[in-house]
């Protein structure tokens, strides 16, 4: 099993305390979406319930790893949000009766081995009667059990949650991080620059990359703004209109705001920097603005785009 890019410093403190004999019985990992924390919390599970750990790692290969790799290693247990097929989507909580079975789950001892492991992925979804009953579990840990959890919202769980487990931040990759995982997964060349300024160090943020046609009406879009003083305002919003549906709101503004920040450096008169500012503010409110108030996103950017080009165009 390999050391997950960027996170190895979790994964190497954890394993030292392994060998050490000096686990803490609950680990919070937190960090942005989309940086690969729970995969961090998966590696460290098969690493605490392998046979045959080496050099801090999972051998991969014996028989714990094996079962927990089909996913049914029966002292491995995942809480997450439930997916309501009636609904067709996601519950809004983990509530409580999820997080009681679980702890039942980690209270129990070992079936194939001396220890067990809960993990809690987005544990910032828990809603306060599920925090409380995990509150329980943390003060009064079974011997062998480990408690994985996994959060993108620090501010969301309780302190008394944080404060009784070992915190370990995972931070976005840096650049160069992204480049290697860019080409490892196969993304085309000429989106990496587009993948990794969008991306944020996030590789969840620029999923839809990965898709063709995705990609290229992206690439298409950040040519359309690139130099906002001279775009073409027909073609932005023929674009717009073909594409506003079916590609994240907040990836189309970030190409946007990349290329008003590009500009505003240009910018001499505090006049422009200053309408330069209240307009880019718009755009980076614009996808929440269109969720709250169902505005309609099209004309709405489109307004906020010629407020840019008008303050570029002003001095
Ligand atoms: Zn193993």
Known sequence: MNKILGHEHVQNTFAEAVQQGRLHHAWLLYGVKGIGK???AEQL?????????????????CHHCAM???GSHPDFSKVSLLYDAKKKKFNRDINIAQTREALDFLALSGLKSKRRVLMIDDANFMNNQAANALLKGLEEPTEGSLLLIVCHDLTRLPTTIRSRCMLQACAPLDPEQMQTVLKARGFDQELHALATELGQGSLGRIEVLQEDSQAKALLTWQGLVEDLAKS????IQQWLDSHVKNIPHDLIASVV??????QALQLTSWQQSDAMFTAMQAVAKWPKEVVMHTLRPAPALLSYILQLRGALKSG
């Open 38 to 40: 729970a995969s961090v």
């Open 45 to 61: 599970a098969a690493l605490f319930l392998c046979e045959r750990p080496s050099q801090g790692q999972a051998c991969g290969q």
């Open 68 to 70: 927990l790799h089909a």
């Open 232 to 235: 073409d305002i027909g073609r």
């Open 257 to 262: 705001l990349l290329a008003a920040q590009k």
